[in-house]
């Protein structure tokens, strides 16, 4: 009953985590068919591998000021599913470029996740055209330049 509800969900996890957390979570997993991992630094060279290849991108932060994450996806035309705190809600218009669910809140992370399992493709394509537009729209509205700067700022300290 806890399962995710999936006929063609692939989860890809990637990055650093700590062999403690790997520990966790990998005794959450029910379904090992629907996750790939890769645990570790993830290189620069391999970063836009990941984003092209993926449908979405999922960022389930509790709080966050910045997320570089967000601003790659924007870049590539990648919809996010993100948590609904205020960074996330100033980029994601929900259902239009990406999907919000209630910060914390796994069932409706879930719902979420159930909802993109049963997305056609051309819905999908639909959304990564929609960022697309989201970014131009974006760029024109923001100095993008000044947002990288903060967030590298920030995760070089």
């Known amino acids: 009953s806890d399962m995710i509800p999936c006929s063609n969900l692939k989860i890809v996890v990637a990055g650093a985590i700590s062999e403690d957390d790997k520990i966790k979570y990998q005794k959450m997993i029910q379904d090992e068919r629907i996750y790939e991992f890769h645990f570790g630094f993830v290189d620069n060279a391999d970063i836009p591998k990941y984003f092209i290849e993926s449908d979405f991108l999922i960022l389930p932060y509790r709080s966050a000021t910045q997320s570089g994450p967000s601003l790659i996806a924007i870049n590539y035309g990648l919809p996010i599913i993100a948590s609904d ?73």
Do not use: W
């Open 85 to 157: 705190i205020p960074t996330f809600k100033n980029l994601v218009i929900d259902g239009k470029n990406g999907f919000l669910f209630k910060n914390g809140d796994v069932d409706s992370l879930k719902m979420v996740l159930g909802k993109i399992s049963q997305m056609s493709k051309s819905a999908i394509e639909t959304m990564k055209h929609n960022q697309y537009s989201f970014k131009e729209e974006y760029e024109r509205k923001t100095d993008v330049a000044q947002c990288f700067k903060v967030f590298i700022q920030q995760n070089l300290n």
